[in-house]
C-alpha cells in the first residue's frame, strides 16, 4: 500500500517546525527517522494531512554532556557511536531492531512513539531520565516517570516536539543489567527487564508485558517471583499470558542478580 496524500514540510529552523506543528494540530506528523512512521503511512494506520520533516533543521543531532547527564538530540540516530558512553544506551542499543533502522532511527523518535515493546523508553525510565519538549508557547522538562501513559501514548501536546533526551550518568558504585527475550534476533522483545542500583537504590522496570514501561518494587531477596505477581500480561499468538508471566519471573531475576552483583 502507498499513503494517503499529505503536505510535506521541511523546516530549516526550530521555530519554523513548531509553528506548522501549532497551526496541524492533531493532523500534522513529525519525521525524523520514520522507521516507525513510514510503515504506518504506508498501511494507512496514520493518515495525517501535514508530515513536518526535521532532519533539514540543524543543531538537533548533538549528543553531548552537559553537567552530569548525557543529552540527546532529537535527530541524533541510534547508530551514532557518541551514545556509547552511556552505559545504559551502550547496553540497550544493541537490542534495538537491527543495523539498518538504528542507522536511520532516532533516540527521541523511538521515545516519542512509546512503542510497549521498544526498549529505549523503557531504558530512559530505569535511567531516572527525562524529556525537553518544545512548542510555540516555550519549553518544559518532564521526566520519563511521567512520560508513558500507554501504548503509543505520551504527555506530548500535539504541538510539542521532543527536542532532547537527558540520560543521567550513573555515579561510581552504580550498575546497570539489561534482559529481553525476542524471537529473532532484532524482533521487537516478548519481554524485557531493566535493573538499575543508583545511590543504593534498586528500580526495576519492565516492558512489552504492559502498556507502557513499568516500575515495580520487588523484593530483592525473590525478585523474581515477587516482580512476576505484579504483572497482568495479556498474551498474543507468539506466547500465552502464563509464559509471559513466567518470563518476568526469569527476566527480572536475571537483572536484578547482576545488577546487586555489579553494584557490590
Known amino acids: 500500500m502507498k499513503p494517503a496524500p499529505f503536505a510535506y514540510v521541511r523546516p530549516t529552523t526550530l521555530d519554523e517546525a513548531l ?40 543543531d538537533l ?16 540516530r541510534q547508530a551514532d557511536p557518541r551514545l556509547r558512553d552511556h552505559p545504559i544506551l551502550a547496553a540497550v542499543l544493541p537490542h534495538v531492531g537491527h543495523t539498518v533502522t538504528r542507522n536511520r532511527g532516532t533516540v527521541c523518535g523511538s521515545v516519542a512513539h512509546a512503542d510497549a515493546a521498544a526498549e529505549l523508553p523503557l531504558a530512559l525510565v530505569a535511567a531516572r531520565g527525562s524529556a525537553v519538549l ?5 519549553r518544559r522538562e518532564i521526566s520519563a516517570d511521567e512520560l508513558f501513559l500507554g501504548p503509543y501514548t505520551t504527555a506530548l501536546a500535539p504541538d510539542e516536539l521532543l527536542v532532547e533526551t537527558i540520560w543521567p550518568i550513573p555515579a561510581e558504585g552504580d550498575a546497570f543489567a539489561f534482559e529481553e527475550l525476542a524471537q529473532r534476533g532484532g524482533d521487537y522483545a516478548l519481554c524485557m527487564a531493566a535493573a538499575h542500583v543508583s545511590g543504593g537504590e534498586l528500580r526495576v522496570v519492565v516492558g512489552s508485558v504492559t502498556a507502557s514501561p513499568t516500575i515495580l518494587t520487588v523484593d530483592p531477596e525473590r525478585p523474581g517471583d515477587s516482580a512476576a505477581e505484579q504483572v497482568e500480561p495479556w498474551g498474543s499468538i507468539h506466547a500465552s499470558p502464563a509464559y509471559l508471566r513466567q518470563l518476568v519471573r526469569v527476566l527480572v531475576g536475571r537483572a536484578v542478580g547482576r545488577a546487586l552483583e555489579d553494584a557490590a
Request: aromatic letters at 0%.
Open 134 to 138: 518544545a512548542s510555540v508557547r516555550g
Open 61 to 76: 543531532d548533538h549528543v553531548e554532556r552537559r553537567g552530569d547527564a548525557l543529552v540527546v538530540g532529537a535527530t541524533a
Open 19 to 58: 509553528s506548522t506543528l501549532a497551526d496541524g494540530g492533531d493532523d500534522a506528523k513529525l519525521l525524523a527517522g520514520g522507521q516507525s512512521l513510514v510503515p504506518a503511512l504506508n498501511m494507512r494506520v496514520l493518515r495525517p494531512a501535514v508530515l513536518v520533516d526535521v532532519n533539514r533543521i540543524p
